[in-house]
């Protein structure tokens, strides 16, 4: 804010030709300084949430492997070797992005649309209003985006844990499948759940590629609203140039900070399906 604030003084006086030296260091020091220290906070909060996630994967896993230890062998037996080590390694491991950048960088990306939205209802409404016309058109692919994510995604981790068992099968096996010349059929097995993983992976993203580069493309695009508005509003003298170009500025980073926030959406589903994995685990009955 301060950043755009400073480009919008400077601006501002360039256009009514009153600009001088000492004017433009003073806010390229207020802007230097202030980039300087989001950094350098950005930095601190980065470095406490990594501890903090860290720490939080390490207790699980240990918990997860406790549990294992007083758990029946009948229940331990019936899950696959592929299923265990994707929970203790990889689906555990999936909580480390919501937990060290998604709670730090969530509050910020959602309160900045808000701060912005405000700015310019004071502006002029009507600008306001037109940074939001890029939110309709990108519901439609969305949508498509959205549907049968649930399924699509429990088949994902499906595969995902077929893929694991066969590897670590054949690889803690690979001595006694040379014995018996039993090579072919093993490596049969492993290269089919390979494949079959593949073409699941490759065919859902084939599927939503479509949406999701219309939806990206299509939603921080303010200016398809801002723009030609902004200017009709400068031809009748309603805004100055400066506060078109203020109006500008703040409207594209707004459905930035938000575009960050579905990407944001996203770590958080998965981190309920892990959550969800991670209790079944936990909830273990103890002998």
């Known amino acids: 804010f301060i950043i755009i604030y400073a480009i919008y003084r400077i601006i501002e006086e360039v ?24 950094s350098v906070f950005k930095s601190i909060s980065t470095c406490l949430s ?19 230890n007083r758990a029946p062998l009948g229940y331990v037996t019936g899950k696959s070797i592929g299923e265990i080590k994707n929970m203790v390694i990889d689906r555990i491991d999936n909580l480390e992005p919501p937990i060290a950048h998604v709670i730090p960088e969530f509050s910020g990306s959602f309160v900045l649309p808000i701060v912005v939205f405000v700015i310019l209802m004071i502006i002029d409404y009507r600008m306001a209003l037109a940074s939001l016309v890029t939110v309709p058109l990108t519901i439609i692919p969305f949508s498509f985006l959205s549907k049968g994510f649930n399924e699509k995604y429990s088949r994902y981790i499906k595969s995902g844990n077929d ?65 030609p508005l902004g200017i009709l509003l400068y031809i009748k003298g309603a805004i100055t140039p400066s ?45």
């Open 163 to 227: 893929v694991s068992s066969a590897i670590v099968e054949y690889v803690e096996g690979i001595q006694v499948i040379k014995a018996f010349s039993k090579s072919q059929s093993a490596y049969k097995k492993y290269s089919d759940a390979i494949e079959g993983f593949k073409s699941f992976a490759l065919n859902w993203l084939k599927s939503t590629w479509l949406a999701t580069k219309l939806s990206f493309a299509i939603f921080p695009s303010t200016l398809l609203g801002t723009l």
């Open 243 to 287: 506060e078109l170009c203020l109006c500008l500025m703040l409207s594209m980073g707004m459905m930035s900070s938000l575009a960050n926030i579905e990407i944001f959406m996203n770590d958080l589903r998965k981190m309920r399906y892990t959550i969800e994995e991670t209790t079944e685990f936990l909830d273990m009955e103890e002998l």
């Open 15 to 38: 256009i009514a030709n009153s600009i001088t030296l000492g004017f433009g260091l003073k806010y390229c020091i207020i802007s230097a300084v202030s980039y300087i220290l989001s």
């Open 50 to 68: 990594h501890v903090s996630a860290y720490t939080i994967l390490e207790k699980l896993r240990l918990s997860v492997i406790d549990k294992f």
